[in-house]
């Protein structure tokens, strides 16, 4: 199985930039859909991007779309959201996951079987 470890959240403001990182360990990354969720305080955990274990195809919510960039680098065995034009509402906890399992554009939580501990993304006006 794989660990996941993400990296790169912090203390921002409005309009800045962040880019996350999720390292993993144990299987290769290669085999794995990774996707990127956030939870801010007394909300559900939503998605907000995916991408193939090819890197083909990502997808995104709607909220984010046009503003953060999901990447790869199967060899570095690592996943990447870059994120442009923070805002106050992408205050949240930010979660890697991943899938071994192949399938269409997969936005529920309990279709990750893997997930790392989080890093925070604070976002100030």
């Known amino acids: 199985q794989v660990q996941l470890v993400e990296s790169g959240g912090g203390l921002v403001q409005a309009g800045d930039s962040l880019r996350l990182s999720c390292a993993a360990s144990g299987r290769a990354l290669k085999w794995y859909d990774m996707a990127w969720f956030r939870q801010a305080p007394g909300k559900e955990r939503e998605f907000v991007a995916i991408i193939t274990r090819s890197g083909d195809s990502p997808s995104y919510a709607d909220s984010v779309k046009g503003r953060f960039t999901i990447s790869r680098d199967n060899a570095k065995n690592t996943v990447y959201l870059q994120m442009n034009n923070l805002k106050v509402e992408d205050t949240a906890n930010y979660y890697c996951?991943?899938?071994?399992?192949?399938?269409?554009?997969?936005?529920?939580?309990?279709?990750?079987?893997?997930w790392g501990q989080g890093t925070q993304v604070t976002v100030s006006s």
């Open positions: 996951a991943g899938t071994p399992y192949f399938g269409p554009v997969r936005v529920r939580p309990d279709s990750y079987d893997y």
